[in-house]
């Protein structure tokens, strides 16, 4: 069971290991049980082992008070010879579309459910997800930062525009609001040479990483004292540990964006993915998908109906939304 897959897919898991040959099962789950993880320990798992979907919704809105797309899938364990039907979204109604075969991407399209990794486009890495900040303290006002900046710029070296997706798509001329105090590529001792941007984060977010440090450090010694193989949280512990660096900076991203003038980006949550050349100047806030290329010819394979295509097969979802995630799309990506 893939370590990431949700906890609904256990229960697809289970219910088709406990069905004898010529048995039948529906469950409502999840929409994500036919993407990425999720899929490969649910419906991957039931039509390599011997089980048929007939019929299944591939995705609607939860009834319910939860904020939630489900997938509903019925299944035996065996053969179905009459044809399936699959229900998929038109508009405002579902079409419900009679198939010879429904497979576990619950899609019309080309299953590449069973793509796998190309290592050329793994490494070296070259897309990657925004950088996380993690904390309001690492923020700062464009008119604040500009102030700075006009009495110090050495400190462009650590205090850059931070551009999101709303503001890539939906803001006119794309420009970022606010900038972000980065000493990911420091130590700490380098940080405080930055003296206010330093003293801002140890005032404002310091305190806090302080707190919650300390809780999580406690909460794991009570854990250990009760199962001393119990396992244990520690990513605050780890943000203490580097507390003037952003939750989640990535180093690797900075190191290839920074032999670059510019990079091409996306909304990493999007119905249509539109990409964009940005300045290397620009961080890019975890919102955004990064991709590592300046030349013309990445930036026409990237914005190919081909590659929409595939990462409209291969990604994953956020309510109706779209999600691009690099190692289900990016790295497979032939």
Not at 81 to 89: E, G, M, N, S, V
Request: hydrophobic share 35%.
């Amino acid at each position: 069971m893939p370590g990431r897959a949700d906890f609904c897919v256990y229960w697809f898991h289970k219910a088709h290991d406990r069905l004898k040959e010529g048995q039948y099962a529906g469950l409502v789950g999840t929409n994500t049980i036919r993407q990425n993880y999720s899929r490969e320990g649910s419906l991957d798992h039931i039509v390599k082992t011997g089980g048929t979907i007939f019929n299944a919704t591939s995705s609607e809105k939860w009834s319910g008070e939860a904020a939630v797309y489900v997938s509903i899938v019925n299944w035996r364990k065996g053969q179905v010879t009459d044809p399936k039907t699959l229900y998929i979204r038109k508009d405002d109604h579902y079409e419900g579309l009679a198939l010879d075969h429904i497979n576990s991407s619950l899609s019309t399209g080309t299953d590449v459910s069973g793509a796998k990794v190309v290592n050329a486009n793994r490494n070296p890495k070259k897309v990657f997800q925004g950088q996380t900040h993690g904390h309001e303290g690492f923020l700062i006002p464009q008119k604040e930062a500009l102030k700075w900046l006009k009495k110090h710029p050495e400190y462009a070296e650590v205090l850059k525009p931070f551009l999101n997706g709303n503001e890539l798509v939906a803001a006119a001329g794309s420009q970022p609001k606010r900038f972000v105090i980065d000493f990911t590529l420091h130590d700490v001792i380098a940080a405080a040479n930055f003296k206010e941007p330093f003293q801002r984060i140890g005032s404002t977010m310091l305190p806090d990483r302080k707190t919650k440090g300390k809780k999580q450090q406690k909460e794991n010694e009570q854990l250990l004292k009760k199962n001393s193989k119990a396992k244990i949280n520690k990513h605050h512990i780890n943000f203490l540990n580097n507390w003037w660096k952003l939750s989640y900076g990535r180093e690797n991203m900075l190191r290839q964006r920074n032999s670059l003038v510019r990079y091409i980006a996306c909304s990493r949550v999007t119905q249509h993915p539109i990409f964009e050349f940005i300045s290397s100047e620009i961080n890019p806030n975890d919102a955004l998908m990064a991709f590592c290329f300046e030349d013309y010819y990445s930036y026409g394979v990237i914005s190919s109906d081909i590659h929409i295509a595939w990462f409209k097969a291969r990604c994953s979802t956020l309510g109706e939304g779209l999600r691009y995630t690099a190692n289900t799309v990016w790295d497979t990506f032939p």
